[in-house]
């Protein structure tokens, strides 16, 4: 009987808690904006790339990695400027 008692008030310290942290939590206003997931400007198009752009670069994530896209127009860009500074 003493262990009914116990996971009784077990179970009701744990509701009241969950419900005051839904109920209570925050100060009701909206969600902050969510940064962009796409590469904006990433790379210069003014001027040839330099190893301090090729460093700086970062290609958002998503949820199998990398965005094909974006990782596609680095690559191309990149293959592009070596292929020019070849010939």
């Known amino acids: 009987m003493v262990v ?8 009701v310290v744990v509701v009241g808690a ?35 752009d090729v460093e700086a670069l970062r290609i958002p994530m998503t949820v199998r990695g990398y965005r094909m896209a974006d990782v596609d127009d680095v690559l191309g860009r990149l293959g592009a400027e070596l292929a020019e500074r070849d010939a």
């Open 4 to 11: 009914f008692w116990f996971l009784l008030i077990a179970l």
């Open 18 to 52: 969950v419900t005051v942290a839904v109920v209570g939590g925050g100060d009701g206003g909206a969600l902050a904006e969510a940064p962009p997931d796409r590469l904006d400007d990433a790379l210069p198009a003014d001027r040839p790339l330099g190893r301090a």
